[in-house]
């Protein structure tokens, strides 16, 4: 059985932490680059990179049933005092 929910929560981690990757290499590149004119342009690049790279992932996620196994911390006990 296909849980969207599952599926939606694996896209939004994928795409969260592809997107974190570019933003520190995008860190790294402003340091080493000698102009603003070149650091605009790679950026450009490893924008167009990352955000290629965050859309193909999902279409293959398409090809897959997901579904999410909480861990003990996603877990929240409700106790009531009676």
Same mark, same amino acid.
């Given at each position: !059985? %296909? /849980? /969207? *929910?599952? *599926? $939606?929560?694996?896209?939004?981690? %994928? $795409?969260?932490?592809? &997107?974190? !990757?570019?933003?520190? @290499?995008?860190?790294?590149?402003? @340091?080493?680059?000698? &102009?603003?004119?070149?650091?605009? @342009? ?28 909480? !861990?003990? $911390?996603?877990?929240?006990? %409700? %106790?009531?005092?009676?």
């Amino acid at each position: !059985m %296909v /849980n /969207n *929910k599952s *599926k $939606e929560k694996l896209n939004r981690l %994928v $795409e969260d932490e592809i &997107t974190k !990757m570019f933003e520190q @290499v995008l860190d790294y590149a402003q @340091v080493a680059c000698p &102009t603003n004119e070149t650091y605009k @342009v790679l950026r450009s690049k490893i924008l167009r990179i990352g955000n290629n790279c965050i859309r193909d992932i999902k279409k293959k996620l398409d090809f897959y049933d997901v579904e999410y196994k909480a !861990m003990s $911390e996603d877990i929240i006990e %409700v %106790v009531s005092k009676r």
